[in-house]
Nanobody, 124 residues
Framework: DVQLQASGGGLVQAGGSLRLSCTVS????????IGWFRQAPGKEREGVSC????????NYGDFVKGRFTASSDVAENTVYLQMNSLKPEDTAVYYC?????????????????RGQGTQVTVSS
């Protein structure tokens, strides 16, 4: 049974930092891609980051512009998202996803497993 749980959200002032955590169970990391997505009220879902353990590649949404860093601690079954230089437009619910890795599909589609999100609010 695959389960993901995001945590670490909160209220922060513009320019501040937060570190989100995603605890994952029921998967072997090498066989999956782990994504962070966000969704603000009335807006489309945005892909924040994607870690492909098989390819050893981490990709980010264009809006990240070097402010966020995704990392993992496989021994702790946890993926992190360090967010620095936060802006009010980063306010959203952030959640993590797990999708099976395959050469034929785009990584981090978000279609397979998704955890409960964590609210990030950035005040101006």
């Amino acid at each position: 049974d695959v389960q993901l749980q995001a945590s670490g959200g909160g209220l922060v002032q513009a320019g501040g930092s937060l570190r989100l955590s995603c605890t994952v169970s029921g998967i072997t990391f090498d066989e999956y891609t782990i994504g962070w997505f966000r969704q603000a009220p009335g807006k489309e879902r945005e892909g924040v980051s994607c870690i492909s353990f098989q390819d050893r590649i981490t990709n980010y949404g264009d809006f990240v512009k070097g402010r966020f860093t995704a990392s993992s601690d496989v021994a702790e079954n946890t993926v992190y998202l360090q967010m620095n230089s936060l802006k009010p437009e980063d306010t959203a619910v952030y959640y993590c996803t797990a999708d099976p890795w395959t050469r034929l599909a785009s990584p981090c589609s978000g279609r397979w497993y998704r955890g409960q999100g964590t609210q990030v609010t950035v005040s101006s």
